[in-house]
């Protein structure tokens, strides 16, 4: 597996069913609205799911910046895995794993797994407040999905 100094986890339990969870990641009609931490908007330029297909889009942040991702597929076993490769800086590799807890409940763990202690330590001091962020729009997108 990875060294523990080179990755950034992040665990949360959904109370929804783990096929509406993957959606919520792999269909970019949905995987847009919740993307990002507090106040980020996104435009996808290409969405490309499957193994070595890109996700290219920008980040439109609060403070009016625009910050462009890069990231290839890896791997994609539905509806339990989804790993990329973040080409854009910084560059790390992202494992997201979806664990059926029971009919309407699905466990996430998101892993970001950096190539070096010290590129993993920069990005530690702000990283795991952010993915909070990124789990709570996504809890609200998935309530949103399963009104419609």
């Known amino acids: 597996m990875t060294n523990s100094n080179c ?10 069913p783990r096929q509406i969870v993957y959606r919520a990641w792999t269909e970019p009609e ?4 919740w993307w990002g931490p507090n106040g980020f908007t996104n435009t996808f330029h290409e969405f ?7 996700w290219n889009f920008i980040m439109h942040g609060p403070d ?3 910050y462009p991702n890069e990231s290839v597929f890896v791997k994609i076993v539905e509806p339990e ?3 990329w490769n973040h080409l ?3 560059v790390f590799q992202i494992v997201a794993e979806f664990e059926k807890m029971a009919a309407h ?10 190539g070096t202690p010290e590129e993993c330590e920069r990005l530690r001091s702000y990283a795991p407040e952010k993915n909070e962020e990124n789990f ?4 609200a997108e998935l309530q949103k999905m399963t009104v419609l």
Do not use: C, W, Y
């Open 88 to 90: 854009s800086n910084p």
């Open 7 to 16: 990755e950034i986890v992040t665990t949360r339990i959904l109370n929804f």
């Open 105 to 114: 409940s699905t466990k996430v763990i998101f892993r970001m797994v950096f």
């Open 136 to 139: 709570d729009r996504l809890e």
């Open 30 to 33: 949905h995987l847009k609205n």
């Open 81 to 83: 895995l989804l790993v």
């Open 64 to 66: 009016q910046a625009n």
């Open 48 to 54: 490309d799911l499957r193994v070595g297909g890109k």
